[in-house]
């Protein structure tokens, strides 16, 4: 298990030194999120009170799609100069490769819900009624369940012929749940309505359930040809 | 070694099965159309439940095989029985999309009528539509990859499929819309209410569907098969050529068989 | 040339498992057949080479030996084993492409592929990379190195945790006459010490005097199998003249 742990360390600050040097991932994933929001408030020009019913949505959405774009960028990383297969005639394990990638990807996006958050609230001139801390727990557990699914999708799609286009289309369905308990609890929070609480717990057990699959289909993914 | 016999006892048997089909879904569509009486609120448009909901039922048992062949195939990934799992699983899914297509086009018509909207976020129209979007992806991702590739992928799908359910419709039961679709009238009850008639046709029509769906199983699997053992005859004659190993093609064959 | 002292194939160390077995290996990737019953068994402390054209199914087989894939049919045992989770440790695998981050220093990437396999000595993998004739301490990223540069440092990659079979595909291709010497040199070096080499090339000149036997490889099956000698580089040479010639004519 210290391995495992071991492993798991290394890879994700090699990770996180790869993307600081080249910064292909955040940038491409924080300009698009920027366009998205500048659409947005386009097409909506809500007032201060339609901004809190629908900015939950809006916000979720942006992240979801941006944060397609850093997860294709992650393997495509491991792909140039076939490091991938490194990895694979090595003894480490393979869930290390995941957890390292899930949680490389993890704070990518965080740093971009971070950059995008203050842009949302300047736009939609916005202003919390419920307790705005619960919004960071939200965001920790929501961000993680589209991260482990993104991740594990990714690598899935990276044995398929149209690996880019794949993503989406079996992340989106596959992580509707979470979307709708992320989206509620942020718009509950946002409207000050107090019955967030319930949905934390409805993400967590969808993190945790999700995250034990990944974790048990990953080593077959990987080593399909 | 092919056994005519049994080979024409299976296709006889087959045969009947599908005159039995055929009969059944013309008794079933008859009674459905004519001979079950209308109903006295909704009127005549209440006759669309009679294909709704065994479209229905047949899409739940189709998915639910589906993830059980996947299973399967995860669990005896390198055994003969891992090939007929796939080909049960490819079959069950392409049936489950097209009953769940069915169910989806005839359940707006119907409630266009009733609630006088096509479509409503309730909880067993959005869990039927993100099951037949996901398994719509579920196909997709067979066509994008490689037939050696696609048995496994399309297998580790199902399982997050089957996981994502009971989250759908906890989730939107969660977020408290109250539900337009009506409950199941069955089980609440000695048939609380419904006309012994509409009963009849219902349960008739039922037991068609689900007679049509095991037909459209065998059908598709026995396909899957023969395209399976098409590709290795393929290949053992290409392996034959070369070099003369006619024992071994021989030997998967026999084993495909 | 060497050659006279090379042993004959198979007939060293008999009694000892081989390094690889092939029995009846075949593999096929959407019908089209990359090797087609192929048995094989490479012997330890001797360096292989496998020579063929194009599209012979050499690198396909370094990858089904390497874990990379899976055989369609038949079995490969490594130190006579089937379980691959048991030769990782002793497996080196340098293939064409360099395995390498470019964004990384060389020092940075040796250090995250010596930790894959438990080693997270900082000087070891310095020393490693003195050992192919690097410096260490360039800050450079491996995205700037020279094509040989980066063979160097891909074999110092291969075999940094010390493997008793090294794969090599393409080692010498666009490679610098140095670089080509001192990498030709280190796999001699590790074959005299016990290793088993396998090498995929098209230029086995450079490994002249070095190697022990060849391996032919003709669509998918083993054509030929001999001591690598000046006849053997002689046969090699007028073959890929006569494609070549042929290339030509069809031009």
């Known amino acids: 298990m210290s391995s495992l742990a071991h492993i798991t360390r290394i890879g994700l600050r090699k990770d996180l030194r790869l993307e600081w040097r080249s910064k292909d991932a955040l940038n491409a994933m924080i300009f698009f999120g920027g366009l998205i929001v500048v659409i947005f408030s386009f097409a909506f020009e809500p ?94 557990l929501g961000t993680w369940a589209l991260v482990v699914n993104g991740t594990f999708f990714a690598a899935l799609s990276l044995r398929t012929r149209s690996r880019e286009l794949m993503l989406p289309l079996i992340l989106f369905p596959i992580c509707l749940p979470a979307v709708i308990a992320m989206v509620e609890a942020t718009t509950n929070i946002l409207t000050g309505d107090g019955s967030a609480t319930s949905w934390p717990g409805v993400l967590a057990a969808y993190d945790l359930l999700f995250t034990t699959i990944c974790l048990l289909l990953f080593e077959a993914v990987l080593k399909t040809e | 070694m092919p056994e005519p016999q049994l080979q024409s006892r299976n296709t006889k048997l087959f045969t009947v099965f599908a005159a039995f089909t055929f009969v059944l879904m013309s008794y079933g569509m008859y009674e459905a159309l004519i001979g079950a009486p209308t109903e006295r609120t909704m009127g005549a448009a209440q006759r669309i439940f009679y294909i709704h909901v065994p479209s229905a039922w047949v899409a739940g048992m189709c998915f639910g095989l589906n993830f059980l062949a996947s299973l399967v195939f995860l669990f005896r990934r390198n055994q003969p029985l891992a090939r007929r799992a796939d080909a049960l699983a490819v079959s069950a899914a392409e049936v489950g999309v097209v009953c769940c297509t069915v169910m989806l086009i005839t359940g707006p018509i119907w409630a266009r009528k009733a609630w006088g909207v096509w479509w409503a976020w309730d909880l067993r129209l959005t869990t039927a539509l993100l099951l037949w979007l996901i398994y719509l992806a579920y196909l997709m991702l067979r066509r994008f990859s490689s037939s050696g590739n696609a048995p496994l992928l399309s297998a580790v799908l199902a399982v997050f499929a089957f996981a994502d359910v009971p989250f759908v419709w906890f989730a939107i039961r969660f977020r408290d819309y109250r539900g337009n679709h009506p409950k199941p009238v069955f089980g609440n009850g000695p048939n609380q209410g419904l006309h012994p008639a509409i009963l009849k046709a219902f349960l008739i029509n039922l037991a068609a569907f689900t007679a049509f769906g095991i037909l459209l199983l065998i059908v598709r699997y026995t396909l899957e098969r023969a395209r399976q053992a098409m590709a290795d005859r393929r290949l053992a004659t290409a392996l034959g050529e070369s070099s003369g190993r006619a024992a071994v093609a021989g030997r998967e064959l026999q084993e495909v068989r | 040339m060497t050659s006279l002292a090379v042993t004959t ?138 094509q040989g540069m980066r063979q160097r440092l891909s074999l110092a990659r291969a075999v940094v945790h010390d493997p008793d079979l090294l794969l090599l595909d393409e080692p010498f291709s666009n490679v610098d006459v140095a670089s080509a010497r001192e990498i030709a040199a280190h796999l001699a070096r590790m074959r005299d010490a016990g290793k088993s080499v396998l090498v995929v090339t098209h230029q086995p000149q450079v490994l002249d005097g070095v190697a022990d036997e060849a391996v032919f490889l003709e669509a998918g099956r083993v054509i030929d199998r001999r001591c690598w000698n000046l006849e053997a580089l002689r046969a090699f040479e007028e073959a890929s003249l006569g494609s070549r010639v042929k290339e030509v004519r069809r031009l």
């Open chain 1, 47 to 140: 007032t201060q009170e339609e901004a809190r019913q629908i900015t939950g949505g809006l916000i979720w959405v942006a992240f979801l799609f941006a944060a397609v774009v850093a997860m294709n960028q992650t393997w495509a990383r491991e792909l140039r100069n076939q490091v991938l297969d490194a990895y694979c005639v090595s003894p480490a394990q393979p869930n290390a490769l995941f957890l390292s990638k899930a949680l490389g990807n993890f704070v990518f996006v965080i740093i971009l819900e971070a950059v995008m958050a203050p842009l949302f609230v300047i736009f939609y001139n916005l202003r919390v009624l419920g307790p705005a801390w619960q919004l960071v727990v939200v965001a920790l």
């Open chain 3, 9 to 146: 194939p198979q007939s060293t160390q008999q009694a000892v498992t081989a390094a690889v077995e092939l029995r009846n290996v075949s593999k096929h990737f959407d019908g089209v057949i990359a090797l087609r019953g192929v048995s094989l068994a490479f012997d330890r402390g001797q360096l292989s080479l496998l020579l063929g054209e194009n599209g012979a199914g050499k690198s396909t087989l370094l990858r089904l030996i390497a874990g990379l894939a899976t055989a369609t049919e038949g079995s490969i045992a490594l130190f006579g084993s089937t379980e691959r989770d048991k030769w990782k440790c002793r497996l080196g695998f340098m293939p064409h492409a360099s395995l390498l981050y470019d964004e990384l220093t060389g020092l940075e990437n040796l250090q995250y592929f010596a930790a894959l396999y438990g080693i997270r000595d900082r000087e070891f993998c310095q020393r490693a990379i003195a050992g192919v004739g690097l410096d260490p301490g360039l800050q450079r990223r491996v995205g700037q190195y020279s």
